[in-house]
C-alpha cells in the first residue's frame, strides 16, 4: 500500500477524453425555465468517475479539514441511514468498478480498498468506532460527488445529514435540518413561489426504491472554482470584475450539476448526489450545437434567473462572445 497521503497513485487507470465529449449538456431545447426536469436514471448508478477524480478528492479533502463545519454536517439520529448510503455506495463501485475499488465483506468485518489511491480500510459494518469518520463523511471521501442525505417524515424531507465540498453557493450549515420548502426558498418565485416546489417536493416523497431519478441544474462561473459557498464569497464573489469582452471565453464556465435521487429502502430516506462539472466557453463552443442553445436560452432566459444564479452583470458580454462565434462557424 502506499502512503496514505499521495493522491495521484494510479492516475493510469481512468481513461481521458476531452471536457467536451464527456461534461452533460443541461438544455434540452433553445430555452429554459424552472419546472420538475427530472429523468430516470437509467444507469441506475450513483456515481460518474472522471479523469479529474485525483485533483478533486484532495480538494474535498482539503476542504473537510480545514472547514470542516462547512462541508460536514450530520443529525445524530442520521446514522442508520449513513451506513445504508456507505453500504450502497461501496456495493456500486466494487460491482460497477472492480479495477477502481475492491470489497470484502466476511459477515459484519468489511475490507474496502481504493485501489486509485493505495488506501485500504478494514472495519465492523454498523460500528462507527472503527472508521475514521462518520460513514456519510468516510465514504463521501472517495466519491467526486456531493452526498446530501434527506429523511421523509411527517409528510416531508429535511435535510438530515450533508458532505458538501462543492456548493453552487448554499450552505449546508445553515440548511441542516430545513424541510424541502424552506431550503428552496431563497431560489425565485417562479419556483418556490408558484406551487412548483410542492409538486417537487411531492414527486421526490413518492420516489420508490430501485427506481432513481436524474436531473441537471446549472449556472455560470469565473474561472474553474468548484467551491463557491457563500462563507468565502470574499475569494470567489469578485471574479465577475475581471470578465472583459476580450477574455470571456476562457475566464467564464458553465457549471453543471448532475444530480441523482435514490430512495433508500432500510431508512426510507433520500440520497441526493451532486456531480458538478466545469467547462470553459471556449471549449464549450468546440460543439457548435451546444454554442448556438446556449446562446438562444441566454437570450430567452428571464433578467430573474440570471440575477439569482449571479451573472446577470456580465451576461451581455457572455451574449456577445457567442454571437461572435456562430457569426464565425457560419459566415454569410
Ligand atoms: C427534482 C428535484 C429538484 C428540483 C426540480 C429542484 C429545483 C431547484 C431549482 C430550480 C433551484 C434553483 C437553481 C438555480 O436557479 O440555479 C434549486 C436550488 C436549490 N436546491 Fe433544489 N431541486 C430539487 C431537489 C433538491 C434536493 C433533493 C435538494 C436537497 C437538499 C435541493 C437543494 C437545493 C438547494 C440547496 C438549492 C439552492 C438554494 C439557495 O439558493 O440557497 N434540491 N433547486
Known amino acids: 500500500m502506499m502512503p496514505k497521503n499521495s493522491l495521484s497513485v494510479n492516475k493510469e487507470l481512468i481513461p481521458d477524453q476531452p471536457l467536451v465529449e464527456r461534461v452533460p449538456f443541461p438544455f434540452k431545447g433553445n430555452s429554459y425555465r424552472y419546472s420538475n426536469n427530472a429523468a430516470s436514471l437509467e444507469s441506475g448508478r450513483l456515481l460518474d468517475i472522471t479523469p479529474e477524480y485525483f485533483e478533486e478528492i484532495e480538494l474535498k479533502r482539503h476542504l473537510l479539514e480545514t472547514v470542516p463545519d462547512r462541508t460536514y454536517q450530520s443529525l445524530e439520529h442520521s446514522m442508520e441511514a449513513q451506513w445504508e448510503i456507505l453500504e450502497m455506495i461501496m456495493n456500486e463501485m466494487a460491482s460497477a468498478h472492480p479495477?477502481?475499488?475492491?470489497?470484502?465483506?466476511?459477515?459484519?468485518?468489511?475490507?474496502?480498498?481504493?485501489?486509485?489511491?493505495?488506501?485500504?480500510?478494514?472495519?465492523?459494518?454498523?460500528?462507527?468506532?472503527?472508521?475514521?469518520?462518520?460513514?456519510?463523511?468516510?465514504?463521501?471521501?472517495?466519491?467526486?460527488?456531493?452526498?446530501?442525505?434527506?429523511?421523509?417524515?411527517?409528510g416531508d424531507l429535511y435535510l438530515e445529514a450533508g458532505q458538501l465540498a462543492f456548493p453552487a453557493n448554499w450552505s449546508l450549515a445553515f440548511d441542516l435540518g430545513m424541510d424541502f420548502l424552506s431550503i428552496h426558498s431563497p431560489v425565485p418565485k417562479a419556483f418556490s413561489g408558484s406551487g412548483l416546489a410542492e409538486k417537487v417536493r411531492g414527486f421526490i416523497m413518492r420516489i420508490e426504491a430501485g427506481k432513481p431519478w436524474t436531473r441537471f441544474n446549472w449556472t455560470i462561473t469565473v474561472e474553474p472554482v468548484l467551491d463557491t459557498a457563500p462563507e468565502n464569497f470574499d475569494e470567489w464573489g469578485h471574479k465577475k470584475e475581471q470578465v472583459t469582452v476580450d477574455n470571456v471565453g476562457e475566464l467564464v464556465y458553465?457549471?453543471?450539476?448532475?444530480?441523482?435521487?435514490?430512495?433508500?429502502?432500510?431508512?426510507?430516506?433520500?440520497?441526493?448526489?451532486?456531480?458538478?462539472?466545469?467547462?470553459?466557453?471556449?471549449?464549450?463552443?468546440?460543439?457548435?450545437?451546444?454554442?448556438?442553445?446556449?446562446?438562444?436560452?441566454?437570450?430567452?432566459?428571464?433578467?430573474?434567473?440570471?440575477?439569482?444564479?449571479?451573472?446577470?452583470?456580465?451576461k451581455e458580454k457572455i451574449v456577445s462572445y457567442l454571437e461572435n462565434k456562430i457569426k464565425i462557424s457560419s459566415p454569410i
Request: negative net charge; aromatic residues 14%; charged residues 20%.
Open 99 to 154: 479495477n477502481y475499488f475492491s470489497l470484502n465483506k466476511d459477515g459484519n468485518r468489511w475490507t474496502f480498498i481504493n485501489h486509485l489511491l493505495g488506501e485500504e480500510q478494514t472495519f465492523t459494518f454498523g460500528d462507527a468506532q472503527t472508521l475514521p469518520y462518520e460513514p456519510l463523511d468516510f465514504i463521501g471521501r472517495h466519491v467526486q460527488e456531493d452526498l446530501i442525505y434527506l429523511g421523509q417524515r411527517d
Open 254 to 314: 458553465l457549471r453543471v450539476e448532475d444530480q441523482r435521487l435514490f430512495r433508500l429502502p432500510g431508512s426510507n430516506g433520500i440520497l441526493f448526489g451532486i456531480h458538478t462539472h466545469l467547462i470553459s466557453l471556449d471549449e464549450l463552443c468546440k460543439n457548435h450545437q451546444w454554442m448556438n442553445q446556449f446562446y438562444n436560452v441566454l437570450l430567452d432566459l428571464p433578467d430573474e434567473l440570471a440575477e439569482y444564479k449571479g451573472f446577470i452583470s456580465y
